[in-house]
T-cell receptor, first 113, second 111 residues
Framework: GAGVSQSPSNKVTEKGKDVELRCDPISGHTALYWYRQSLGQGLEFLIYFQGNSAPDKSGLPSDRFSAERTGGSVSTLTIQRTQQEDSAVYLC???????????FGPGTRLLVL | SQQGEEDPQALSIQEGENATMNCSYKTSINNLQWYRQNSGRGLVHLILIRSNEREKHSGRLRVTLDTSKKSSSLLITASRAADTASYFCATDKGGAQKLVFGQGTRLTINP
């Protein structure tokens, strides 16, 4: 089937605004991950969902960041009161058998002005 | 600090040469993976090597794992311009459900 999809591809927002980023994982994958990647840097883990278990939120950098996964499928990452340092590429990945192979979406490039 | 650290940070070679990238990690692992990223967007899985394996091949890729030294290497043979990308290692940090990625090696293949 289709791979992981993310929307929007690019998002430009003003400082202080809220943004929502969407991820559609591969059908049947029970695990879903969000990462953040700043320019020229590695991936920073944000949050992990596995089935009906409580999500692992240990990577969220502040309480302005939150995520939910509805019906065990689509996930939304919300950043409230965006700051310029939130500018990055936000990557979503899904996996059938964590922590094995993760399949990544193309990412959302967020720019906070 | 990152579980995985790649070395070198950047590598530039001529087309046809072999490229070797290294990854070191700190804690015990169940498996180690290598991913490739083009143009700062989504990552593509290349190869997974388990802790009880020492070497694995996939096409022009060869991965080794030395658990005693907590290190892995990725060798790309007969490099092509299309191999230009960033390469990341990722570890499961002792069986945890999430992967921890290193900072990556930026590989440039010059025609």
């Amino acid at each position: 089937g289709a791979g992981v999809s993310q929307s929007p591809s690019n998002k430009v927002t003003e400082k202080g605004k809220d943004v929502e980023l969407r991820c559609d994982p591969i059908s049947g994958h029970t695990a879903l991950y969000w990462y953040r990647q700043s320019l020229g840097q590695g991936l920073e883990f944000l949050i992990y969902f596995q089935g009906n278990s409580a999500p692992d939120k240990s990577g969220l950098p502040s309480d302005r960041f939150s995520a939910e996964r509805t019906g065990g499928s689509v996930s939304t990452l919300t950043i409230q009161r965006t700051q310029q340092e939130d500018s990055a590429v936000y990557l979503c990945a899904s996996s059938q058998h964590p922590p094995e192979t993760q399949y990544f979406g193309p990412g959302t490039r967020l720019l906070v002005l | 600090s990152q579980q995985g650290e790649e070395d070198p940070q950047a590598l530039s070679i001529q087309e046809g040469e072999n490229a070797t990238m290294n990854c070191s990690y700190k804690t015990s692992i169940n498996n180690l993976q290598w991913y490739r990223q083009n143009s700062g967007r989504g990552l593509v899985h290349l190869i997974l090597i388990r802790s009880n394996e020492r070497e694995k091949h996939s096409g022009r890729l060869r991965v080794t794992l030395d658990t005693s030294k907590k290190s892995s290497s990725l060798l790309i043979t007969a490099s092509r311009a299309a191999d230009t990308a960033s390469y990341f290692c990722a570890t499961d940090k002792g069986g945890a459900q999430k992967l921890v990625f290193g900072q990556g090696t930026r590989l440039t293949i010059n025609p």
